[in-house]
C-alpha cells in the first residue's frame, strides 16, 4: 500500500486547507485512516481518522470543531479539512492506514502504512 499526501502550503492564520491522500490497491475501503502532524522539534500527534466505511470519525480535542475528516473510496482518497488555522499548527501532515477499520487509535505504532507528509505553514 502506497500513500501520497498532497495539499500542503502556506495559509494565513484563520484560513483553511484541505489536504488529501490517496491510496494504491484495491483495498483501501477496508482500512482505517487517520492524520497526523509533526511540528519541529516535537513529536508525531494524532490529529484524527475514520473508520473503513466514513461512518465515523475521530477527532484529537484540539482541532474538534475545526477540522473534518472525510473519504471517498471509490477514489481511494481520504480528505482533511481544516478550517480556523492556528499559527501553533504549521506541521508536516500525515495520512496513514491501519488493518483493523477503525481510525480511533492515537498510536503511531497502530498504523502500518504511512503517506510522505505534506507540510502546513500557518502565518500569523
Known amino acids: 500500500v502506497q500513500l501520497q499526501a498532497s495539499g500542503g502550503g502556506l495559509v494565513q492564520a484563520g484560513g483553511s486547507l484541505r489536504l488529501s491522500c490517496v491510496a494504491s490497491?484495491?483495498?483501501?475501503?477496508?482500512?482505517?485512516m487517520g492524520w497526523f502532524r509533526q511540528a519541529p522539534g516535537k513529536e508525531r500527534e494524532f490529529v484524527g481518522g475514520?473508520?473503513?466505511?466514513?461512518?465515523?470519525?475521530y477527532y484529537s480535542n484540539s482541532v474538534k470543531g475545526r477540522f473534518t475528516i472525510s473519504r471517498d473510496n471509490a477514489k481511494n482518497t481520504v480528505y482533511l479539512q481544516m478550517n480556523s488555522l492556528k499559527s501553533e499548527e504549521t506541521a508536516v501532515y500525515y495520512c496513514a492506514a491501519n488493518f483493523y477499520g477503525e481510525g480511533d487509535s492515537n498510536r503511531v505504532s497502530d498504523y502500518r502504512y504511512w503517506g510522505q507528509g505534506t507540510l502546513v505553514t500557518v502565518s500569523s
Open positions: 475514520i473508520n473503513w466505511s466514513g461512518g465515523r470519525t
Open positions: 490497491g484495491r483495498t483501501f475501503s477496508t482500512y482505517g
